[in-house]
């Protein structure tokens, strides 16, 4: 049972343009997301976060947005650049746990 | 600089052979978390460990075990009734932060 998905396994965009990434979870009692970028053989590494009190949080060119009542989010890169070529993981917590559940990624290529 | 270890990052072992994936780390973080990652599958909780000398099944758990005898260091070993453990296998610890992952190791079982 995947509680957190993300439907779209990857997504081109050209440099300077948005890139938008989605993320859907099942779980209601999740309220806490992270998005975590990772590059090949590497350990992905931590982006972004976002509260279930907020639906809005920004980092530079990197927003994300929260939407509780469809339990989506969705990272938004802006402009995007070839060095955000990468697959983009997202994550989600309840209060209670102690364990992350991610999402299948999402690999981004931004091309020239 | 603080962070985490993971050795060695590929290895190989013969069908029917345990293994042990070794994670130190040097953040002085209480918790540790074993992933592994299959292609479309994304991250997968393997085990975790709250603090020394406790640790839980994550959600596939099966087929491994692990050991948690200093706060530094948490080994998986993978044993040979994982079916399929040919995988990318993650190391990650967290304080009171989001998880930070070391490099991974790549096993190939044949």
């Known amino acids: 049972d995947q509680q957190v998905k993300q439907n779209s396994p990857s997504l081109s965009v050209q440099e300077g343009r948005i890139s938008i990434l989605n993320c859907d979870y099942t779980n209601s009692m999740f309220d806490y997301f992270l998005w975590y970028k990772k590059y090949p053989a590497e350990g992905p590494t931590f982006l972004i976060s976002i509260s279930s009190i907020k639906d809005k949080n920004e980092d530079g060119r990197f927003t994300v947005f929260l939407n509780k009542s469809a339990k989506h989010l969705s990272l938004h890169i802006v402009p995007s650049q070839p060095g955000d070529s990468a697959v983009y993981f997202c994550a989600a917590l309840t209060g209670t746990a102690s364990k992350l559940t991610f999402g299948t990624g999402t690999r981004l290529q931004v091309t020239l | 600089d603080g962070g985490i270890t993971q050795s060695p990052k590929y290895l190989f072992r013969k069908e029917g052979q345990n293994v042990t994936l070794s994670c130190e780390q040097n953040l002085n973080h209480d918790a540790m978390y074993w992933y592994r990652q299959d292609p479309g599958q994304g991250l997968r909780l393997i085990y975790y460990?709250?603090?020394?000398?406790?640790?839980q099944k994550g959600d596939i758990a099966e087929g491994y075990s692990v050991s948690r005898e200093k706060k530094e260091s948490f080994p998986l070993t993978v044993t040979s009734a994982q079916k399929n453990p040919t995988a990318f296998y993650l190391c990650?610890?967290?304080?009171?932060?989001?998880?930070?992952f070391g490099n991974g190791t790549r096993l190939t079982v044949t």
């Open positions: 460990s709250q603090i020394v000398n406790d640790f």
């Open positions: 990650a610890s967290s304080g009171n932060s989001p998880l930070h």
